[in-house]
């Protein structure tokens, strides 16, 4: 039973028959309509399937000037940084990282199904507090930037409750609102935020959380969100809850140490993590996407007939398919 | 800035004018029409005040008899049944933890981000496995049951991609469909399952598994799901994930040992834990879910104007709020 819960073994992937964007199209008409779709599911291809028959180039590389690696006793995490959502947070970001504010930091907090956080936890005491050089403590909030009507985005046909508009920026989840013109990163499991006091402008990138949980969604639009982990993690997800006040860690020795966060291309090719995600633009990514909208593995009785924009995960390999 | 990613201190909370049912009706209108609302948040109450200001009669005492006491090494895990959503299941599965079957058995698999799982390492050997005496091996699938109209249920106005409706039944998040007249519980973070080959009718209660990331709601439907888990979720979470296909662990020794699955009932009382829950039928909850729906934390800046079914986090409490 244990391997059926979840079929995700693309080894034993076998391509089926290919029609898969006219479906997703007809489909989208009818996922606005309730109820869910529970007729016998359409032929067509399994998750498996649709990744077996990606080609080299529905994959793209991480760019190694916009890609962290929070370095942690246990291992790293590998973090992509979407500078189109928040160009001067992660440009802030990065700046930290090379003057190495966050090295020695740690992490802090720990909420089930919530967050991580990481900090110094002394950055309430400016006397005692860790400096910062040449990078700023607080910037002007990025909760959400211009909708750009050029910048890549695959609309998701499927109704969201938190925003008018969801979909792919890049790899990205993210969302949309045609009447503001505005568009931000969408709180899923993964994310990773500027943690922030009361005031909009109280941010800056020297405090950081990952979403661990159900998609906080109504932080959408009231943190700056700078990028996703991609790889690791389960170092920050199987961490012990904090069990202070908001799940701060109560004891000093309870927290995580941050070895360091570094800019990937600031790192030594050779120490460098080769990945590649899935590219979002594809109609590789359309039919992977209908393949978790309405699931074709043997397992599944009723296909749900919708996804929501966080349970579409974003495929993440090692560079060349390994 | 830590403390404020999440306002959840009731310590400080303060009562402050009521008008919320009033307020959740008028905006239950507009969840359902794009785009959310951004508008300066109408003055009503935050989660804080809304639980300071619940009476002892808004929150009801789990009943031992569908309680499951789930002891590990590390400690406990609560989980609360819901026998109107799986009447046979459950049934099955408290005999078999009163046969003491679970007891000795292991969680086998921790993924990522999704579930983990426990079982007899052995299910597949008919020679090794341990033998079910009194309960049964295999039941008929209850993936959803026939909808009682009688049944409690608080129904969320908001919008949902994967059922027609969706609310509260009891403290216990779950979907219903008016057409087909059938009802079943949704896949949020803690939801108990039941694993199953790919025969509807191949599970039985033998084999759990319990939610530990991002709502997999496409599973809604197509396993029987049979309650949550209400306190002591971290002890699963935290497990480190496995490695092998399906996140199973790769060697026994990874694994982690269940002491005992017990119904509450059969633990004698001074051994019990004595939780209540935030009942799910009241003027209260109402007030909790507006809460949520639209944040009036200071922390916040934009109200997000919907809330998902598994984003209502039904509070629970040691019994008497101690």
Redesign the interface.
């Known amino acids: ?6 079929r ?2 693309y080894l034993r992937a076998r391509v089926t028959s290919l029609c898969v964007l006219g479906l997703a199209t007809m489909l989208a008409a009818s ?1 606005h309509a ?3 779709v ?1 007729a016998a599911k359409p032929a067509t291809q399994t998750t498996a399937a649709v990744l077996a028959a990606a080609k080299p180039g529905d994959w793209r590389a991480l760019d190694p000037q916009n890609t962290l690696y929070l370095d942690l006793p246990g291992g790293r995490v590998v973090i992509e940084l979407a500078p189109a959502f928040a160009p001067n947070h992660i440009a802030n970001i990065k700046a930290l990282a090379r003057e190495r504010y966050y090295d020695g930091l740690f992490i ?2 720990a ?5 991580v ?1 990481m ?1 110094d936890p002394d ?1 309430e005491n400016e006397a005692k507090r860790k400096p910062i050089k040449t990078a700023k403590r607080h910037l002007a ?1 990025e ?1 959400t930037v211009a909708l750009d009507a050029k910048a890549p985005f695959t609309r998701l046909p ?7 508009v969801t979909g792919f920026s890049d790899g990205f989840a993210s969302a949309r ?1 045609p ?2 013109r505005r568009m931000w990163l969408t709180h ?3 994310a990773v935020g500027v ?4 005031a ?1 402008d ?2 800056g990138g020297a ?1 950081l ?1 990952v979403v661990i ?6 932080l ?4 700056t969100v700078v990028g996703r982990v991609v790889k690791g ?2 170092l920050l ?5 904090g069990t202070g ?2 799940s ?1 860690y109560e004891k000093p020795e309870q927290r995580t140490p941050i070895t360091s966060i570094r800019v990937a291309a600031d790192v030594p090719e050779n120490e460098r993590v080769a990945l590649e995600v899935l590219r979002t633009d594809t109609p590789t990514f359309d039919a992977y996407v209908e393949s ?1 909208r309405n ?1 074709r593995e ?5 296909a ?1 007939g ?3 924009v ?2 579409v ?1 974003v495929p993440v390999r090692a560079a060349g398919g390994h």
């Not at 039973?1 to 979840?6: R, S, V």
């Not at 997800?237 to 809850?241: D, E, N, V």
């Not at 043997?298 to 009723?302: H, L, N, P, Q, R």
Request: hydrophobic share 20%; glycine share 6%.
């Open positions: 039973m244990t391997t059926k819960l979840l995700k073994n996922v309730r109820p869910p529970t802090v907090r909420q089930d199904n919530y967050v956080q900090n950055y909030p909760f499927d109704a969201d409750g938190y925003a008018p609102d009447k503001t899923c499991y993964g943690g922030r006091d009361n909009p109280s941010g405090e959380y949980g159900t998609p906080p969604r109504q959408d639009r009231n943190v993690i389960e997800s199987t961490l012990p809850r006040p908001y701060l978790r699931h043997e397992w599944y009785a009723v749900a919708h996804i929501d966080c349970n995960d």
